[in-house]
């Protein structure tokens, strides 16, 4: 069974488009997470969702909105998607407090044309 | 406030020979650290984790890797390299607390040559 999965793994889309990732996990946690991984490596959390509190990474363009209908799915929903948000997106979660690790998922590579 | 550096952003070295990936954290309290292995077009999976038990840390696929207070340090070794381990890994540093706050290093690309 997989612990993290997201949907879809590829997604390719025009500039001003909305689209949405699916994320849910199977492990009971109550955290999820949004990263982002741009075409360096380099990898950035966006969101953290913790039952039911949102914590923002204020650098993050308000385009991007992290929906949790329940403690094991966070989606993430982009309007009007432009072309430097083309990156691999990363939903992770994990038990909350001390010394805990992420699980990730397998990614979504989103492009933008 | 804490950071992370991976001081080689590729490493490469023969099948059969030892494994060194470096990595230097600073944080104002005592964290957690790990490591995560990203092969390519894969999600990321946890080597190791170091939470202030024993300081030199055993992981999976014969990973290991020693945390060092005085150094502010925490390399990744290998014996001896496989094909296999050719991929992205991280450095990853995270406050007590845990979650949002953890730092991701920019990772160190192995390569492993025949």
């Known amino acids: 069974d997989t612990a993290v999965s997201q949907t879809p793994k590829y997604l390719v889309t025009q500039m001003g488009n909305d689209k949405s990732i699916k994320c849910e996990q199977n492990?009971?946690?109550?955290?999820m997470y949004w990263y982002k991984q741009d075409s360096k490596k380099f990898l950035k959390i966006m969101f953290s969702?913790?039952?039911?509190?949102?914590?923002i990474n204020e650098t993050v363009p308000n385009r991007f909105s992290p929906k949790s209908p329940d403690k094991a799915h966070l989606n993430l929903h982009i309007n009007s998607l432009e072309l430097g948000d083309s990156a691999v997106y990363f939903c992770?979660?994990?038990?909350?407090?001390?010394?805990?690790?992420?699980?990730f998922g397998q990614g979504t590579r989103l492009t933008v044309v | 406030a804490q950071s992370v550096t991976q001081l080689d952003s590729h490493v490469s070295v023969s099948e059969g020979t030892p494994v060194l990936l470096r990595c230097n954290y600073s944080s104002s309290y005592s964290p957690s650290l790990f490591w995560y292995v990203q092969h390519p077009n894969k999600g990321l999976q946890l080597l190791l984790k170091?939470?202030?038990?024993?300081?030199l840390v055993k992981g999976i696929n014969g990973f290991e890797a020693e945390f060092k207070k005085s150094e502010t340090s925490f390399h990744l070794t290998k014996p001896s390299a496989h094909m296999s381990d050719a991929a992205e890994y991280f450095c990853v540093v995270s406050p007590p607390t845990g979650g949002f706050k953890t730092i991701f290093g920019a990772g160190t690309r192995l390569f492993v040559k025949a």
């Open positions: 969702y913790n039952n039911k509190e949102l914590i």
């Open positions: 170091y939470t202030s038990a024993a300081t």
């Open positions: 992770a979660s994990s038990q909350g407090g001390v010394n805990t690790e992420a699980f």
């Open positions: 492990l009971g946690h109550d955290t």
